[in-house]
């Protein structure tokens, strides 16, 4: 069926859909969870080790990581990508540029290499990266659910990174992992009982939280390339678990098209340097916000032509 959608001028009528699944409604309900800590069973299992701590931020966690190695400032963390594009998040760019410089390519300089496995889709023959001979940090903030064809996401880095709201129904929290270094809490208790609570109540629908996930990006390409014949930026393998819907548009302004869609309540943006643009697919998300999402291009589409 054809879903009938319309767009509000008033600033305090809009919807609001982050590339997060938190809601209102989690904050509310977060706030009255018994105490369960079966996270911690499952982060145990998954690190194969308990040397773990939780951060206020995903960013707090990088911070973290690069004070161990004592930085000088002419020195290089050298960046390397899924896709390859030049593009790197400010979030974490700002980050390394409080103790150092980073590059795309290995300088004489280089110290650490950074490994981001981007938006959900994880960076392949990681265990190549071996040869270089440098610490590696692998940044996981959005694949907390992804794993490569040679299993060895969050196993290769000395350092693993995770941003939890952006796997959990949560507004705030990180995760960091050390393969040698011991770590202290950068939480106080009550914080990270808290985050404690939350994840172990979402924990409990791990399958299902992958399986939504692959469903709404396959149909989001479905219908991308049916109505408007638009292709994916990154295929979709098995055990990849996304964590934004990537599309090739080539036909349309993305920045412009980036300010509609949060003029009409939906965190998006460009993947810049490429004509990829990008949006929320997680688990909270019904076919009918994926078809208001499709609405927002048609509408867009329209209005540039008219």
Same mark, same amino acid.
């Given at each position: 069926?054809?879903?009938?959608?319309?767009?509000?001028?008033?600033?305090?009528?809009?919807? +609001?859909?982050?590339?997060?699944?938190?809601?209102?409604?989690?904050?509310?309900?977060?706030?009255?969870?018994?105490?369960?800590?079966?996270?911690?069973?499952?982060?145990?299992?998954?690190?194969?080790?308990?040397?773990?701590?939780?951060?206020?931020?995903?960013?707090?966690?990088?911070?973290?990581?690069?004070?161990?190695?004592? @930085?000088?400032?002419?020195?290089?963390?050298?960046?390397?990508?899924?896709?390859? %594009?030049?593009?790197?998040?400010? +979030?974490?760019?700002?980050?390394?540029?409080?103790? +150092?410089?980073?590059?795309?390519?290995?300088?004489?300089?280089?110290?650490? @290499?950074?490994?981001?496995?981007?938006?959900?889709?994880?960076?392949?023959?990681?265990? #190549? @990266?071996?040869?270089?001979?440098?610490?590696?940090?692998?940044? +996981?903030?959005?694949?907390?659910?992804?794993?490569?064809?040679? %299993?060895?996401?969050?196993?290769?880095?000395? /350092?693993?990174?995770?941003? @939890?709201?952006?796997?959990?129904?949560?507004? /705030?929290?990180?995760?960091?992992?050390?393969?040698?270094?011991?770590?202290?809490?950068?939480? #106080?208790?009550?914080? =990270?009982?808290?985050?404690?609570?939350?994840?172990?109540?979402?924990?409990?629908?791990?399958?299902?939280?992958?399986?939504?996930?692959?469903?709404?990006?396959?149909?989001?390409?479905?219908?991308?390339?049916?109505? !408007?014949?638009?292709?994916?930026? !990154?295929?979709?393998?098995?055990?990849?678990?996304?964590?934004?819907?990537?599309?090739?548009?080539? #036909?349309?302004?993305?920045?412009?098209?980036?300010?509609? !869609?949060? %003029?009409?309540?939906?965190?998006?943006?460009?993947?810049? %340097?490429?004509?990829?643009?990008?949006?929320?697919?997680?688990?909270?998300?019904? =076919?009918?916000?994926? #078809?208001?999402?499709?609405?927002?291009?048609? =509408?867009?589409?329209?209005?540039?032509?008219?």
């Amino acid at each position: 069926m054809e879903r009938e959608f319309y767009l509000s001028d008033d600033k305090f009528l809009k919807p +609001c859909y982050r590339i997060s699944p938190f809601t209102t409604k989690d904050l509310a309900e977060n706030s009255c969870l018994n105490f369960d800590d079966s996270i911690l069973k499952f982060l145990n299992n998954k690190f194969s080790s308990k040397n773990f701590i939780f951060t206020n931020t995903g960013r707090e966690a990088l911070s973290i990581a690069l004070r161990f190695y004592s @930085l000088k400032k002419d020195d290089v963390v050298t960046i390397f990508t899924t896709s390859g %594009n030049y593009y790197v998040s400010s +979030c974490v760019t700002n980050e390394i540029e409080k103790y +150092c410089s980073w590059s795309r390519n290995i300088e004489k300089k280089t110290k650490i @290499l950074l490994i981001i496995h981007e938006f959900g889709f994880p960076y392949e023959n990681l265990r #190549d @990266l071996k040869k270089y001979n440098f610490p590696i940090i692998e940044d +996981c903030a959005h694949s907390f659910g992804s794993q490569n064809k040679e %299993n060895s996401v969050g196993k290769v880095g000395d /350092f693993v990174i995770y941003s @939890l709201p952006k796997f959990f129904s949560i507004n /705030f929290g990180g995760i960091l992992f050390s393969k040698k270094n011991k770590l202290y809490n950068f939480v #106080d208790s009550n914080k =990270e009982n808290y985050i404690i609570k939350v994840l172990s109540k979402n924990i409990k629908n791990y399958d299902q939280i992958i399986e939504k996930r692959v469903m709404n990006y396959n149909y989001l390409e479905s219908q991308m390339q049916k109505k !408007f014949n638009y292709e994916i930026r !990154f295929k979709l393998e098995k055990n990849y678990v996304p964590g934004v819907f990537l599309v090739r548009i080539d #036909d349309i302004n993305l920045n412009k098209l980036k300010t509609f !869609f949060q %003029n009409n309540g939906v965190e998006a943006s460009v993947f810049y %340097n490429e004509k990829t643009f990008f949006m929320p697919v997680h688990q909270a998300l019904k =076919e009918s916000d994926l #078809d208001y999402f499709i609405y927002l291009i048609y =509408e867009f589409k329209r209005r540039e032509v008219f």
